[in-house]
């Protein structure tokens, strides 16, 4: 078994061969696309990597897994049961559907959970204004702070989803200032269209995401479910000369330190490794439904072989399948 421990500067990646007289493994750091510009008597630190020789995998596995830099393991959090509005409302999700389904929730899960375990109810997609424009839509008319308030107030504990590092052409946030995006680097939603990736290493724009995470836990927000975070790792033309995935792990130290120690992090979309110091739960597989056909039975194999694949950094962190 070998494995990377850590993604901070480069990518790493690994490749096994057959040849005549065995395996050949090739370990790499970066040699993806990244540049480091350097001057004379700079240094620069590869990826540090985990190399095991063993007849049983599983054990290999998980030496490897123990080895990696892991935020669950120093700060463990319980893992929380409730009712997540894109499964159900895609992003049609309004006030009025979240306080109806609250007690719904309590009334299915209750039966099922051991006591006292606190129920959550995540507000997914369709809240916002714009992707970029990370406040309350007309469709919450008591705001989120509103909203939030009455739900703790009946024993709920609440979340709610965003992509942090993506911003939609067209959006204020965009319009208003477009030398915050990386230059060069773009992400075309299915639906959404076009989207720019936020370049955190320009100060304004570092200072937008840390207003924008602490003006939602500041309205009482105890888990932040967010998304689509490879888009920070994508390479363009960044403020400071950094690669992308050193932008990587400042975005996900800004979004940690905004959001303080004891709201919960859930990667979503994200690359592993570089998460697991910054994150109380990673989403360890892709979609088995889409708006557009609803369950689809047929994704389950494939869910399943991603978790398999994934087993070890199950043993890292808290892993979230797609429900």
């Known amino acids: 078994v070998a ?34 510009e350097l001057v004379p008597g700079d240094t620069v630190s590869a990826e540090t990597w985990h190399v095991g020789l063993g007849s049983d995998l599983r054990s290999e596995l998980g030496r490897w897994s123990d080895a990696l830099t892991s935020r669950a393991r120093t700060t463990p959090r319980p893992a929380s049961a409730g009712w997540n509005s894109w499964y159900d409302l895609w992003d049609a999700v309004d006030e009025k559907a979240v306080r109806e389904n609250a007690p719904l929730a309590r009334e299915v899960l209750s039966p099922w959970l051991p006591t006292g375990t606190p129920l959550r109810i995540v507000i997914d997609d369709g809240w916002q204004k714009a992707w970029g424009d990370w406040e309350a839509n007309e469709k919450f008319p008591s705001g989120l ?35 915050w995006m990386v230059e060069g680097a773009s992400y075309k939603h299915g639906k959404h269209g076009k989207m720019f ?7 304004e724009a570092a200072q937008h995401l840390t207003s924008v995470i602490q003006s939602l836990v500041g309205a009482g927000l105890g888990l932040l479910k967010i998304d689509f975070l490879f888009a920070g790792a994508l390479e363009g033309k960044r403020y400071e000369p ?34 697991l110091p910054f994150v109380d739960g990673y989403r360890v597989g892709g979609d088995i439904a889409l708006e557009t056909s609803d369950v689809a039975w047929a994704f389950l194999p494939n869910q399943a072989r991603r978790i398999a694949s994934r087993w070890a950094l199950c043993r890292a962190t808290a892993c979230d399948a797609d429900p």
């Open 3 to 36: 494995g990377a421990l850590s993604a901070q500067t480069f990518r790493p990646w690994a490749s096994v061969h057959r040849a005549p007289d065995g395996l050949s493994v090739r370990l790499v750091s970066g040699a993806s696309g990244e540049s480091v």
């Open 145 to 179: 702070a509103g909203l939030v308030a009455d739900l703790e107030k009946d024993g709920y504990d609440t979340g709610i989803w965003l992509a942090p590092l993506l911003v939609a052409e067209g959006s204020a946030t965009h319009q208003a200032h477009p030398e």
């Open 197 to 203: 990736v936020l370049d955190v290493t320009h100060p």
């Open 242 to 275: 950094v690669t992308p995935m050193q932008a990587y792990a400042r975005a996900l130290g800004l979004i940690r330190n905004a959001a303080g120690e004891q709201t919960l992090l859930v990667a979503v979309g994200a690359p592993g490794l570089a998460s």
